[in-house]
């Protein structure tokens, strides 16, 4: 029989559970209990099932997740027996959240810090600009929520300039790849009139991206004012809740960027007839007056009323003449813009050439082989490689 001194037993039973932690990654799983953070350093709490339980300690900065009492979780550490107490705990490395209970109870903790912080604030919110020059898009290249934000953005404000930034929308890497693309938007120099982010819908665990921390932190932040879009309208994201603007779908979203040429069309046409109305009313009005005037006045003031008449013809003249010049002036801007309209051409047959980031390429010089492109045409998008780039002159 091999005899050990206490300290050389706990020693053997360390080194024997670090070359298991090295043989092979494991977890534990089970119930949070007796959570408590001790001198704002340090987070311990116990970890337990129906029978047994093991205590777990991990430093604060190195909690992602806000974890309380009864949630379900999956610790992934080192275990080890502390010689001072001889007592085995969990170093743990990483925390895991467990079914959709725990996500939603930590989401909730974290929801109610964030609004405490004044994250989601009404005051400090933006309003987008009525008519928008140009725009970043953060979105997946490849997603519905493109295609369906892009069309209806071309059908009411053609325009619109619109630079994609593609990202990951769901899984492990797309908070830090959202963050980076929003991050680029704010260094990149470019006069964007807002920021667009949008996904389609999905289930709660897919759309747990959009509820990272930091996210909304760097959406409160930004200097561009933010419209968000997740596409869903049962679960809110935080990334929605600190935008200035939330959208409940892609579609919505565009509604809400940009108006609908049309509308505008008939807005200016509506207000150049009412102040086209007012002005003639107006100018009646002192016609009469000055006749009243002139009437009521001393016998001399009557035969300047033939002046007044001519000086009254000549200005009403003038004014109906600056009207017109104005309307037809109305009348070609909006020839223009229809002619402006990219839909327009689409339904001649024709098709124009996007790069990934949404911007039109209007000349071979922008093209290069290996080329990721995407053909746009009356019914839809076709994505598209360059392998051959010929210059004509």
């Keep these: 029989m091999r005899i050990f001194s206490v300290t050389e037993f706990i020693e053997l039973v360390n080194e024997t559970l670090q070359a298991l932690d090295a043989y092979e990654a494991f977890a534990v799983e ?12 340090w987070v311990t709490f116990d970890l337990k099932d129906e029978r047994s339980l093991v205590n ?11 974890l309380e009492d009864g949630m379900r979780i999956r610790v992934a550490g080192t275990g080890r027996v502390y010689a001072k107490y001889g007592k085995f705990s969990l170093s743990a490395e990483q925390i895991e959240l467990v079914g959709e209970g725990a996500l939603r109870k930590a989401l909730a903790l974290l929801r109610h810090r964030l609004e405490q912080e004044g994250l989601f604030t009404s005051e400090r919110k933006r309003e987008l600009p009525r008519f928008p020059r140009r725009i970043a898009l953060i979105a997946s290249r490849d997603s519905a929520a493109y295609g369906d934000f892009t069309r209806i953005v071309c059908e009411r404000w053609p325009l619109l300039d619109i630079h994609l930034y593609n990202v990951l929308v769901q899984g492990e890497r797309a908070p830090e790849d959202i963050r980076r693309a929003l991050a680029a938007v ?35 932040a930004s200097r561009i004012p933010v419209l968000a879009a997740i596409g869903h309208e049962r679960d809110v994201t935080l990334a929605e809740e600190a935008a200035d603007v939330r959208g409940s779908t892609p579609t919505d979203a565009a509604r809400r960027l940009v108006p609908d040429r049309r509308d505008v069309e008939y807005e200016i046409a509506s207000r150049i007839r009412s102040m086209s109305d007012s002005l003639l009313r107006r100018l009646q009005e002192n016609r009469t007056a000055l006749h009243r005037i002139l009437e009521s006045g001393s016998h001399w003031a009557s035969r300047y009323r033939i002046q007044v008449d001519a000086w009254a013809s000549a200005t009403e003249g003038g004014m109906r003449q600056l009207l017109e010049s104005n309307r037809e002036r109305l009348q070609h801007l909006t020839r223009l813009l229809k002619g402006l309209d990219p839909t327009a051409v689409l339904a001649r047959g024709y098709s124009f050439v996007q790069d990934t980031r949404g911007r039109v390429i209007s000349g071979v010089s922008r093209l290069g082989r290996g080329q990721a492109i995407f053909v746009r045409m009356k019914d839809g998008t076709a994505g598209a490689t360059v392998n051959v780039v010929k210059k004509q002159f």
């Design 30 to 41: 089970g119930e949070v209990s007796g959570y408590r953070v001790n001198q704002g350093q």
């Design 56 to 66: 777990v300690f991990l430093p604060i900065w190195k909690l992602r997740t806000p």
């Design 186 to 220: 704010q260094a990149s120099g470019e006069a964007y009139d807002a920021v667009v982010l949008t996904r389609g819908g999905g289930s709660f665990e897919e759309l747990m991206a959009f509820n990272d921390e930091q996210l909304a932190r760097d959406i409160f």
